[in-house]
């Protein structure tokens, strides 16, 4: 059976024994090589548009501006959830978040990867949107519980540049234009 663009390709290779060997004992070993075949012309074009920008010029500057700022703040953020670790389980609990000793690691990781991320501008689109859907749940946790100009300013503004940068690219000096500029031109979107 051959296997279809994008299909995993799996083959077994038995070596130390001939065929028809079924001695006990007889040493076997099995490689196992598994592979997807991700150079489809659908995951290059969609590869390609992941690392592109929409501006280019002054306004890129910018949206690289955007990007660094906005990822160093989740960067300084996400420290004091590894920081202060238990203010901060105190605090989501008060948030009313469930299971608030783990939220407050798996959201300390989330925004110092994506901070991380967003800072080199790297896989700056799908950082963007994983920080998107963090300030959605604290907005629906923090800022409906608590509020405040912390919870219910910066929140929904990080929200706002999070959805521009995921629509806009990663800017310049950013390592997705770098590999977007060695993958060759774009093709119009």
């Known amino acids: ?28 070993t099995v490689l ?6 991700l150079r489809t012309p659908h ?13 280019r010029g002054a306004t890129a500057w910018l949206v690289t501006t955007v990007r660094v700022v906005t990822g160093a703040f989740f960067v300084s953020v996400s420290t004091g959830k590894f920081l202060d670790y238990s ?9 009313e978040v469930p299971w608030p000793e783990g939220a407050v ?26 920080l998107a859907l963090d300030m959605v749940g604290a907005l ?3 800022g409906r519980v608590e509020g405040g100009s912390f919870h219910l300013v910066y929140g929904p ?12 690219g990663p800017g310049r000096l950013s390592v997705d234009e770098h590999m977007a500029a060695r993958a060759g031109p774009l093709r119009a979107m």
């Open 1 to 28: 059976m051959e296997a279809g663009a994008g299909s995993p390709v799996v083959e077994a290779v038995v070596v130390g024994a001939g065929p028809g060997d079924a001695r006990p004992g007889a040493w076997r």
């Open 32 to 37: 196992i090589r598994a592979g997807l075949r």
């Open 43 to 55: 995951m290059t074009d969609l590869l390609s548009r992941l690392r592109s920008n929409r501006y």
């Open 87 to 95: 203010q901060e389980v105190h605090d989501f609990r008060g948030f």
């Open 105 to 130: 690691i798996v959201v300390g990781v989330v925004e110092l990867a994506g901070g991380l991320l967003l800072v080199v501008g790297f896989l700056t689109r799908p950082a963007a949107f994983v």
């Open 140 to 142: 629906a946790t923090a």
């Open 157 to 168: 503004v990080l929200l706002l540049l999070m959805v521009f940068l995921c629509w806009a």
